[in-house]
């Protein structure tokens, strides 16, 4: 598969690291070679320098023979234009992103499909779509609705509570067990398990559910005191924000923090003021906080552009007893730094949108894939075809790849959870996780 990339700015930089490890054809374009040389020597990328929406470039990367052609750059225009001519060139999918909201209504859709794009990607509404997923389970740090909600991924953070903490896992996710741990992130290290591996205290563990099943989960990891939410308060007054206070359930009222008084009066006019606040003042302000009773508040979201500003504010309203706390890092490298500093989720519109767009380079066979930024890993829905590899065998003798284990499965629309003796059968969409390992070499087991 070639795969064009216009723009070596984040986005597109860590999109072409996410594909290089799939031996992917892919190319970069940029007209600054200090953005391209950045990348590394160390993937195996072409980079090329032009401007993205000249026809001179697009013609020498050879978008005629384009699978995927991606534009992420910072600037709307040149996404646009760019997808434009790639797909009149010859580029067989076209994606670019955007940062007008009205562009993704079902209307704006098709205009752009008539123009030649195929998908748009909107960054501040998929980390809006991120924490408020988040915001809906206190005790979760992540969630993820597989397969329409047929299975559930539930990433947990482990504390004293826990009442399954230093047993192999082999004890506690047997067939009949209604959860599978499917990953665990250790510190640094991302670990796939297996049956003599045990969580321990401070994991950030990755449980594979049914809906049903995840109070049962919750009592497991000593989460059941936690409040759930209901009052919200938000720094910032953004993009993100915009999208994270519609996207909200009718029974959270949120707060909304925001220094620009004009920006405020613009918050009141476009948001329900019956259920959201807009304040023209500064998150820093412990006075401010406290007025406006962070003590009574049950989470805390940072959505500032400044990713020291929103960790420290995370921090203090942890300090103030808020449990659930989200910051938007924008900053790649200040991410481990906020892992470690314990605050929270931990947003990124970069890494969201790159492993939103990720999805599209695998053959139709692969539904959905998902890169967990936390985790390192990678979540992909396979379906099973008639007389693959995964249809003869049962899953313990199938010789998976180190650093793969299959999560579950979607049968006639049921989640089942998979162990060693289940027999997968064609047309099962099944569910993998994986660190370090060829996608690729996942997809052959499924054809």
């Not at 920006?263 to 003021?273: G, S």
């Not at 313990?396 to 049921?414: D, K, S």
Request: charged share 25%.
């Amino acid at each position: 598969m070639k795969i064009v990339i216009a723009g070596a700015y984040d986005i597109g930089r860590h999109l072409a690291r996410l594909l290089s490890r799939n031996n992917q054809d892919i190319v970069l374009i940029d007209n600054d070679v200090s953005r391209l040389d950045s990348v590394g020597g160390e993937y195996d990328i072409m980079s090329l320098q032009g401007e993205v929406s000249d026809l001179s470039a697009l013609k020498e990367a050879n978008v005629s023979d384009a699978s995927l052609f991606i534009a992420v750059t910072p600037f709307e225009y040149q996404n646009i234009t760019s997808s434009i001519l790639a797909k009149q060139l010859g580029a067989k999918r076209t994606v670019a992103r955007i940062d007008n909201h009205e562009y993704i209504s079902e209307e704006g859709k098709r205009l752009f499909e008539k123009l030649g794009i195929d998908s748009l990607i909107y960054p501040e509404m998929l980390a809006a779509q991120n924490i408020a997923n988040g915001l809906r389970m206190s005790w979760v740090r992540q969630r993820w609705d597989v397969h329409g909600g047929a299975l559930v991924m539930l990433g947990i953070k482990l504390r004293e509570g826990c009442t399954i903490l230093n047993r192999p896992l082999k004890e506690l996710c047997g067939p009949d067990d209604p959860y599978h741990v499917v990953a665990i992130k250790r510190k640094k290290d991302t670990i796939i398990p297996g049956g003599n591996d045990s969580l321990e205290l401070y994991d950030l563990a990755y449980f594979m559910t049914t809906k049903q099943y995840i109070p049962y989960i919750r009592k497991l990891v000593g989460k059941e005191h936690y409040v759930d939410v209901r009052n919200v308060m938000i720094m910032g007054g953004g993009k993100t924000a915009v999208r994270l206070c519609k996207l909200l359930p009718d029974y959270m009222q949120a707060k909304v923090i925001e220094t620009n008084a004009e920006r405020c009066e613009y918050l009141n006019d476009i948001l329900d003021t019956d259920r959201v606040m807009v304040i023209n003042g500064d998150g820093r302000d412990i006075p401010l906080l406290n007025e406006e009773s962070i003590n009574n508040t049950q989470a805390f979201v940072a959505v500032t552009g400044n990713a020291e500003t929103n960790i420290l504010t995370c921090l203090t309203a942890k300090r103030f007893g808020v449990r659930k706390t989200a910051a938007m890092v924008e900053n790649i490298d200040y991410v481990s730094t906020a892992e470690e500093l314990d605050i929270g989720t931990i947003v990124n519109r970069k890494t969201i949108t790159a492993s939103h767009i990720y999805q599209m380079m695998l053959d139709e066979n692969v539904q959905n894939i998902r890169f967990l930024m936390t985790a390192s890993a990678d979540v992909i829905e396979f379906t099973a075809h008639q007389g693959s590899k995964v249809t003869r065998r049962k899953v313990f003798e199938l010789g998976l790849p180190q650093g793969a284990t299959i999560g579950g499965l979607v049968r006639e629309g049921e989640g089942k959870l998979v162990s060693g003796g289940t027999q997968i059968e064609a047309g099962d969409t099944v569910v993998v996780f994986c660190h370090d390992v060829n996608i690729k070499k996942l997809e052959s087991f499924f054809k």
